[in-house]
C-alpha cells in the first residue's frame, strides 16, 4: 500500500500535488507575505507550484487576496517571482 503522502493545491494553478513539491507562502503576523522555506514558520499559509507561471495565474485569480483576507499588492506577487525564480524547485533538502 503506497504511503499517504500530504497533497495541496497550488493557488496558481489549482493543481493538487505533493506538499514537498509545493512551495508554502506564509502571511506574517505583521503582514509580510513570504515565501516559507522551512514549511513550519506560523501564520496562514498557501501553497504555489515553484513556478514563476503559477505565481502569475495567483496573481491574476487574486489567489493569494482570498487565501490571507487581505490586499495583496503587486509588488509582493512580483518579489514572489523573482525569489522562485532565482530558487528553482524545492530540493526537499530542508524538509522533514
Ligand atoms: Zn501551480
Redesign the pocket.
Known amino acids: 500500500m503506497p504511503k499517504k503522502v500530504p497533497m495541496r493545491s497550488?493557488v496558481?494553478?489549482?493543481?493538487v500535488k505533493e506538499k514537498r513539491m509545493l512551495i508554502r507562502v506564509i502571511r506574517t503576523p505583521e503582514g509580510v507575505v513570504r515565501p516559507d522555506s522551512t514549511g513550519r514558520a506560523n501564520g496562514r499559509g498557501a501553497y504555489?507550484?515553484p513556478?514563476p507561471a503559477?505565481v502569475a495565474?495567483a496573481e491574476k485569480r487574486k489567489a493569494l487576496n482570498r487565501a490571507f483576507a487581505c490586499e495583496i499588492p503587486h509588488e509582493i506577487y512580483e518579489e514572489l517571482r523573482r525569489q522562485l525564480e532565482r530558487e528553482g524547485p524545492p530540493g526537499g533538502a530542508a524538509d522533514e
Open positions: 497550488c496558481g494553478c489549482g493543481e504555489l507550484c513556478d503559477c495565474k
